[in-house]
């Protein structure tokens, strides 16, 4: 089983950009297909970004499409989330989360913090 590891938040003026990182630990995280999740305050958690194992498979919520590009990088056990033209909307916490069998999720990231200012 994989563990995972966010990085990249942090504070950004509205229009601005940010890339984060979901650093997975074992040899097997080419077999995990991995999802990007946001939460903000007082709010349920949804769901952002999709990729499959090989990097097909991608999919986006309405509200990035257009603004956020999800890969990967399977040499370095990463998945990226690149996120372009920011809005005081997208501040909330950001959380990757992998799938082996495509039914659930196996781990959870702990989360990195996005807060776009006005």
């Known amino acids: 089983q994989v563990q995972l590891v966010e990085s990249g938040g942090g504070l950004v003026q509205a229009g601005g950009s940010l890339r984060l990182s979901c650093a997975a630990s074992?040899?097997?995280?080419?077999?995990?297909?991995v999802d990007w999740f946001r939460q903000a305050p007082g709010k349920e958690r949804e769901f952002v970004a999709g990729?499959?194992?090989?990097?097909?498979?991608?999919g986006y919520a309405n509200s990035v499409k257009g603004r956020f590009t999800i890969s990967r990088d399977n040499a370095k056990n990463t998945v990226y989330l690149q996120m372009n033209s920011l809005k005081p909307e997208d501040t909330a916490v950001y959380y990757c989360a992998a799938s082996l069998s495509g039914s659930g999720y196996d781990c959870w990231g702990q989360g990195t913090q996005v807060t776009v200012s006005s």
């Open positions: 990729i499959g194992r090989s990097g097909g498979g991608i």
């Open positions: 074992g040899r097997t995280f080419s077999t995990y297909a």
